[in-house]
């Protein structure tokens, strides 16, 4: 549903506004061009922002009080358009929210100004200021380096939390992979065990004759237990379990095991 920005007679809003005097989020001017820069500025560097009735006058009322009257403005697009570049010409710019009031009788502009995600705003000519005690006041130098380090805190969080959030995802797959590996590992050392069972089955029954057969396979299982000393090796690199040395020790028995009965029979 689009936001209404116009209204015949005054808003609930305005009317409490009106009832109160000039106060560090609130500011009556005559007319648009009454608006500066850095009023917008002012706003935008306070912490909640503010609004500026425009079409309203201050007067003092029967019990000494400050508040608000409404004596109405021009409200059409070169008013409108003069509030919007000065926005505009802040830096950074400001984003400030319009709304006609009292079309039916004296109609005013109400100018909200939402206190800045991009602190600190400077006017045109370079002027920082913040609203304090129901008026402009130039920012101390101390205060602007308090709203800089907040301003380059946030971005530098924002910055860590991106790179943490990468790097839990990278550490997440370089995890899913290694456990993959290993798992794949894992399994080639159990066929290998299975092939070395039937291999010293087998051996048991080599006679003479086969000498010459078991040179071929010494030589054969010398290449093997090259490639088992290489995967050692690539598995001490890494933490695992105590079931891999286990596993690495029975095949390192059961390989010596087949040279020595590889060895009586070639001899």
Do not use: W
């Not at 290998?192 to 057969?213: A, E, I, M, P, V």
């Amino acid at each position: 549903m689009p936001i209404k920005k116009e209204y015949q007679g005054l808003t609930k809003r305005t009317r409490m506004m009106l009832a109160t005097a000039e106060a560090d989020n609130l500011d009556f001017k005559r007319d648009a061009s009454g608006v500066k820069s850095i009023d917008l500025v002012a706003f935008a560097n306070a912490e909640h922002g503010g609004t500026i009735l425009i079409g309203v006058d201050e007067y003092t009322s029967k019990d000494g009080l400050q508040r608000g009257k409404v004596v109405g403005c021009s409200v059409d697009d070169n008013a409108r358009l003069m509030l919007i570049n000065k926005a505009t010409d802040c830096s950074p710019n400001i984003d400030v929210q319009i709304y006609i009031e009292n079309l039916k009788a004296k109609p005013i502009f109400r100018v909200e100004v939402p206190s800045g995600r991009l602190k600190p705003y400077a006017s045109p000519r370079g002027m920082y200021s913040i609203r304090a005690d129901g008026r402009n006041r130039a920012l101390f130098p101390e205060e602007l380096l308090l709203i800089f380090m907040d301003r380059e805190g946030d971005k530098f969080l924002s910055r860590f939390r991106h790179a943490v959030a990468e790097l839990e995802a990278q550490v997440g797959g370089i995890n899913q992979s290694l456990s993959g590996d290993i798992m794949a590992v894992a399994d080639h050392i159990h066929d290998l065990d299975d092939q070395l069972q039937r291999t010293l089955g087998r051996l048991q029954g080599l006679t003479d004759s086969t000498k010459k057969r078991s040179r071929n396979l010494l030589q054969t299982l010398k290449d093997s237990q090259d490639s088992l000393d290489k995967l050692e090796r690539f598995l001490l690199e890494d933490s695992f379990t105590h079931q891999r040395d286990e596993r690495l020790t029975s095949l390192e028995h059961k390989v010596d095991q087949l040279l020595t009965i590889i060895r009586e029979n070639a001899e």
